[in-house]
Structures are given as C-alpha cells and as structure tokens.
Nanobody, 121 residues
C-alpha cells in the first residue's frame, strides 16, 4: 500500500502565504514525479505544479512567480510554498505522486486526501 498524507492547508487573507506538505509512505521503490492539483467548487481538477525526481519543475500559468514547488527525495515529501495568495486560489489542493512500488512493477498514480485552502478578500 502507498499513502500520501497532506498537511498545511487553512484560511489566509489575500496577499498572505501558506505552505503545503505531502509525504508518501508505504511500499515505495521509486517516485518518478510529485505534484499538486487543485479543484474549486463546480470546477475540474487542474494541475498547479509538479516536480520530477531530477528536479525539473512545471507550473500552471496562473501560479507562476507566486508558488514554488520543492521536493525532499530522501523523505519522499513534496512541498508547495504559496505566496501572494489570491481569492481565486481558493480550492481543495490534492497531492499527486507517480510511484513504482517494486523494481519490476509499472508506474502508478496515487492521490492524497486533499487539503482545503481558503483565501479571503
């Protein structure tokens, strides 16, 4: 089994900052990529940012320059530092990881339970 446990969501005023963390645990051989998606009420789940094992990153245009994704490979943990938050960033944020459980199994995608981020005016 693989689990992704998120922490760090909450309520913040516009212009403030929050930091999300997501730790992967369980039967893990290697992690290809880790990232964050978000889903606002009535909308689809969209990519926010991801980081590959080698350190390459990718961001949604709407968060470039404000959010920073980082990864601690030894801890199987990914972080999302969110600065200059806007009310439009309000959503449930989901951690995502592409994981190989053994050296002979395929890559599979896993999701965290979600962390609510609310940005007030």
């Amino acid at each position: 089994q693989v689990q992704l446990v998120e922490s760090g969501g909450g309520l913040v005023q516009a212009g403030g900052s929050l930091r999300l963390s997501c730790a992967a645990s369980g039967s893990i051989f290697s992690i290809n990529a880790m990232g964050w998606y978000r889903q606002a009420p009535g909308k689809q789940r969209d990519l926010v940012a991801w980081v590959r094992s080698g350190g390459n990153t990718n961001y949604a245009d709407s968060v470039k320059g404000r959010f920073t994704i980082s990864r601690a490979n030894a801890k199987n943990t990914v972080y999302l530092q969110m600065d200059s938050l806007e009310p439009e960033d309000t959503a449930v944020y989901y951690c995502n990881a592409v994981i190989r459980r053994t050296d002979y199994t395929d890559l599979n995608t896993y999701w965290g339970q979600g962390a609510q981020v609310t940005v007030s005016e």
